[in-house]
Structures are given as structure tokens and as C-alpha cells.
């Protein structure tokens, strides 16, 4: 993956790359490929502070000489990584995607038509995440003092890795051959709630001591430290959002049940319509004097975004006016506008009506083609939140249900926003609305297993859709969630005898299947067609 960054500071970026890094993860910092000066140079030495400041002033002299002015920076650095999984490469390897890099994008003299750029690849042991990857640091003025192009330089050095990907037999990106795609995450993020975090106790702490300004960069960065979060800043806050989002029958559900699992929520109102929400933001109720960090819906997942969610639940003139009223005193920190079946203990013998219901609906997805991305994305958000909500009952820290149902989300995430027309909740949605009450008493952990049985049996068929697929990873993803993940929560639970169980399949069809009222299996497996207006000009999911 390739990660483009644009500065004006060449000898700061060298120095770093040369240096112990943020937590001292750079190890035997050292040039694997650059120009003919630079591998005559520096190619047999570890990287140390003099010369990662000779390679820098060797870099930046046409720079100097010329005295060029590149808007946005003239330092263009790039860091090419690896899955951990893919574990490492050799110097030579790297060396050789680097000059095909850089080739690729344009820095080199292009068959001595233009004067080259000066550049160089640094590699320094793994990341803190455990990937492989190196560092290209290019100057874009040339020797001749003319710009190098960054004219859409983020999506060709995408395009670039994708083409290297093949040449050099690496591993290729998941979502370049399916139209899945998960948010990424940058390392900065996670750094910057953990300083936020450390900021805010520390103030709350210190009486009459040092200001946080006043501390020194030693004393600062051993707090943020302690204080970086071992998962993504996000993960925990998505769960939560998505085990709300299914659990709940409505929007103003939705609101309501966000605000009582203590998620701070406020909605974007359309331009001069302050009834009208067009997309809402989501943060973690603070704690110890710290300020609560903002998520749009759409950064915590594809899924997650607010027409993905609509498309969920029931469309109705009342429901948008309820939902507006909901976000409304959300916002304002008032007290909800109306008690829904959130605040409600649900009958016992919905856990036995939902149990058969998942497990009919199990049968009748062997019936859908793998190519109907959109509705094995349904179920998979749908069973994830299932998970997540059951999660969020009984998991004081993410465990075996929250890891399973990050799992299942990731199947859920694709780029294009469904066309299906909204429906009535499904048994899914019903047994995540069940699932978020399990830790409150009233029902027996027998019908728990029965309904893990058959929720496992949703993630099976997922599995066996990501496998016909060919997406391999995915569905290695999966079968670890369902035998490693889940199989702790089984044991856990009583065994249910009788318990419903779908039989195997015997062969893949693509017959039609009359669909039940709520199932997210369309009534005819055809394309899907594009949701049409209700009135010309009119777009009913805009007005809302």
C-alpha cells in the first residue's frame, strides 16, 4: 500500500528515517535503492545521522541551486508496505519495486527525454504493526531545475502498486478485484486520540503543577504512550454504532439507542433545513477532561454511512419527523422525545421465533449467486451487528463476539450504495434487538445457544460465499471467527438439544426464491435495478 505525503523540510524526513523512530522501531536503517550518486555512496552502510544529513543535502541541491519554489513542498515521500502476513523481502527485491516505482511515476529521466529526479529508498526494520516497507524520498525539482508532475500522483501511485503487485508476484489488494472495500486506518489517528487522551488527565490531574505545555517532549511522549490504545481508535466505536443500527426498527430508534450506550451523537442538517438530516457524527462520552473525538458515520464504516442505514428500516413521512425530533434533543442534550421498545424487556418467545427464522433464511441463501455482492453485504452487516450487539451486552471488553463480528463487517463494506428498496427488520435484526438485552436478565442461556447455532450457520454461508468467490483471505477471516472465535462463546453456553440445524447443501442453484416479508433475499435473484424517484426532480432519501 502506498502512502503519499507532500513537506519542505528534506533534511527532517531523512533524519527521522535514520532515527529510532516514534517508538523505537526503526532498526539498521539503510539504502536500498536511489540514483547512481546515491548507491555509489551510501548502499553498503547502515544509515546513521551523518549520513542521512549528507544524503539530504545531496537531495535538495537542485533545489538550491535553481531556486525553485514547488508549491505544496518539494519533498515527495512515498512508504511502500507489505501485509504482515507476506513477511519479508530482500534488500535486492525491494531495491528492484523501487526503481520500477519510481520509473512508474514519472522521476526518472523517461528514457532520457527529461532530466531525472534525485531520490532514494530507505528500508529500516517492521513497523509497529509488523509490516515490511521502505521509504522513497524523491526531489521534485529536477537537475535541470524543471517540476517533476504530481497531477493525480495518490491514484497513479496506487495504480503503480497494483501493477507491481503482479510483476513481482506480491500479494494483490483485496478490494482491486471485488467491489469490497474496508475503511483504512492512518497511524496518525490512533497517535492523536491517545495525546488527547494523555492531555486530558493530565490537566484533570495536576492541580497546581506544569501546565501540558509546559512539559517537556520526554515527559509528553511517555504519557501518549501509555496511553495508545492497543486496537484502532475507531473499532470499539463502529461495534457500538452498527450493534445500535441493527438492533433498532427505526431511525429514532437508532438515535435513542446510541444516547443510552452512552455514544455521543449530533446530526448534519441540510443547507437552511434545520429539520432535515443529512448525515450524523458519533464520539465516545469523554472521560477525565479530555474532548470528545468526532467519527462521521461513513468514516467508522462503508455501512455505516446514514442513506446506508435508511435503506435498512421503514421510509414514512412520521418516521422522518420523529427521527429529526430525536437527533435534535440529542444534539441539544435533552431528554429523548419518545420511549420506544429500546427501554422495553422483549417477549422470551421472540429468542425461539428468530432462532427458526435465521435458520430458513440460512436455507434460502443457497440460492443466491456469489455475484450479488449487494445482498451477501446485508447479511453480513446485519449478522455482524447481531454479534456486536450481543457484544455489547455481555462483553465488558472486546471479546470473542466483538472479534467475530469485526470479521463479518468487513464483508459487509462495499463501494457502491445499495439499490434494494427498504424493507421490514428481518429475523436478524430482531435477534440483535434481543441480543442487546441478554445481559439484563429474563432469558435462558439455552436459547442463546440456539441462537449462536444459528447465527454460526449465517457466517458458514458467508464463508462458503467468500470461497466460491475466490477471496480466499476473507474467507480464511471468517472460518477463524467461526472456529476459533465463536467456538469459546459455545463452550460457555449450554448445549441445545433439538436445536434447528440447516443440512448441507447439496449443490450451489441459482433458482429463484420467493422471499419471506423482512428477508434481505430479494424475491427474484436478478439484477438490481436503480431505485427511481417518486416525483421528477425529487429525491425522497435527499429529504430526509
Request: net charge positive; charged share 25%.
Amino acid at each position: 500500500m502506498p502512502n503519499v505525503v507532500r513537506g519542505e523540510r528534506m533534511g527532517g524526513l531523512m533524519s527521522y528515517l535514520a532515527g529510532p523512530g516514534r517508538r523505537n522501531e526503526h532498526t539498521e536503517p539503510h539504502v536500498v535503492a536511489g540514483d547512481p550518486a546515491i548507491m555509489a555512496w551510501h548502499a553498503e552502510d547502515e544509515l546513521g545521522a551523518q549520513g542521512a544529513a549528507a544524503i539530504a543535502r545531496y537531495l535538495d541541491r537542485p533545489r538550491k541551486a535553481f531556486d525553485v519554489e514547488v508549491s505544496g513542498g518539494h519533498v515527495w515521500h512515498c512508504s511502500l508496505s507489505l501485509r504482515a502476513e507476506e513477511g519479508l523481502q530482500t534488500d535486492e527485491k525491494w531495491g528492484e519495486i523501487a526503481r520500477d516505482f519510481v520509473g512508474a511515476m514519472g522521476f526518472d529521466d523517461n528514457d532520457d527525454t527529461k532530466a531525472p529526479c534525485r531520490w532514494v529508498a530507505v528500508r529500516h526494520g517492521l513497523s509497529t504493526n509488523g509490516n515490511d516497507h521502505i521509504h522513497l524520498v524523491v526531489n521534485l525539482v529536477r537537475e535541470d531545475g524543471t517540476k517533476a508532475s504530481t497531477h493525480r500522483d495518490f491514484y497513479r501511485s496506487q495504480k503503480t502498486a497494483r501493477e507491481l503487485e503482479t510483476k513481482h508476484g506480491l500479494e494483490p489488494l483485496e478490494s482491486a478485484g471485488t467491489d469490497r472495500a474496508t475503511r483504512g486506518y492512518h497511524p496518525a489517528e490512533r497517535e492523536a486520540q491517545a495525546r488527547a487522551r494523555a492531555h486530558g488527565k493530565y490537566e484533570a490531574a495536576r492541580g497546581t503543577g506544569v501546565r501540558w505545555e509546559g512539559l517537556d517532549r520526554a515527559g509528553r511522549s511517555e504519557r501518549i504512550v501509555a496511553e495508545t490504545p492497543a486496537t484502532q481508535p475507531r473499532a470499539d466505536l463502529a461495534r457500538l454504532v452498527r450493534a445500535c443500527a441493527t438492533a433498532s426498527a427505526d431511525e429514532a430508534e437508532f438515535v435513542r439507542r446510541l444516547r443510552r450506550a452512552s455514544v455521543l451523537a449530533r446530526p448534519r442538517f441540510a443547507d437552511g433545513r434545520p429539520d432535515v438530516v443529512t448525515g450524523y457524527s458519533v464520539a465516545m462520552r469523554p472521560v477525565a477532561g479530555e474532548r470528545p473525538i468526532w467519527y462521521g458515520g461513513g468514516h467508522l464504516g462503508r455501512d455505516l454511512a446514514l442513506p446506508r442505514l435508511r435503506a435498512e428500516w421503514p421510509d414514512t413521512p412520521q418516521g422522518a419527523s420523529t427521527a429529526a425530533a430525536e437527533w435534535v434533543a440529542a444534539r441539544r442534550g435533552r431528554r429523548p422525545v419518545a420511549v420506544g421498545r429500546e427501554a422495553v424487556e422483549p417477549d422470551p418467545e421472540l429468542w425461539a421465533r428468530y432462532s427458526q427464522e435465521i435458520g430458513q433464511l440460512r436455507d434460502r441463501l443457497r440460492a443466491v449467486p456469489v455475484q450479488d455482492t449487494e445482498t451477501w453485504a446485508k447479511v453480513a452487516r446485519q449478522t455482524a451487528g447481531a454479534f456486536a450487539a450481543w457484544s455489547t451486552a455481555t462483553e465488558a471488553v472486546p471479546g470473542p463476539l466483538a472479534a467475530t463480528a469485526d470479521a463479518l463487517a468487513r464483508s459487509a463494506q462495499t463501494r457502491r450504495t445499495p439499490t434494494q428498496s427498504r424493507g421490514t427488520p428481518t429475523p436478524v435484526a430482531g435477534a440483535a434487538m434481543l441480543l442487546m438485552m441478554a445481559a439484563r436478565g429474563g432469558q435462558g442461556t439455552v436459547a442463546q445457544a440456539i441462537l449462536l447455532r444459528q447465527l454460526a450457520n449465517l457466517a458458514k454461508a458467508l464463508y462458503d460465499m467468500h470461497r466460491a468467490a475466490g477471496d480466499a483471505r476473507r474467507a480464511a477471516e471468517v472460518a477463524t471467527a467461526i472456529r476459533t472465535q465463536l467456538a469459546q462463546v459455545a463452550d460457555r453456553l449450554p448445549a441445545a438439544p433439538g436445536a434447528p440445524q440447516s443440512t448441507p447443501s447439496s449443490g450451489p442453484s441459482l433458482a429463484p426464491t420467493a422471499a419471506v416479508p423482512g428477508s434481505p433475499v430479494p424475491a427474484r435473484l436478478g439484477p438490481h435495478r436503480s431505485r427511481q424517484a417518486t416525483q421528477p426532480g425529487r429525491n425522497p432519501g435527499a429529504e430526509r
